[in-house]
């Protein structure tokens, strides 16, 4: 917890994510947040576009499957290439 111009700043995440703690003790504003948080709050929210119950919805629309199968080709080829 960090005061700054009166206002008391609170990170739940080890400094990663800055709010501005509310009076009544609740989180307020984002004050900053670090590319890490922002990468973490990306992959969770992606987390639904694996598992059985994605490739099923895949299955289901080609245009997606088509769109994935791409994804996955491109994503090989920039990995294998940076082993």
């Avoid at 080890?14 to 703690?21: D, I, L, R, S």
Wanted: aromatic share 6%; hydrophobic share 30%; charged share 35%.
């Amino acid at each position: 917890m960090v005061k700054r111009s009166g206002e008391i700043l609170v990170s739940p995440d080890g400094g990663e994510t800055v709010y501005v703690q509310k009076k009544n003790g609740e989180r307020g504003r984002m004050v900053s947040q670090s590319q890490l948080a922002k990468d973490i709050e990306t992959a969770y929210d992606e987390q639904d576009m694996i598992g059985e119950d994605a490739v099923k919805i895949r299955r289901e629309n080609p245009t997606l499957q088509n769109a994935w199968d791409r994804y996955v080709t491109i994503w090989h080829l920039i990995n294998d290439n940076e082993e």
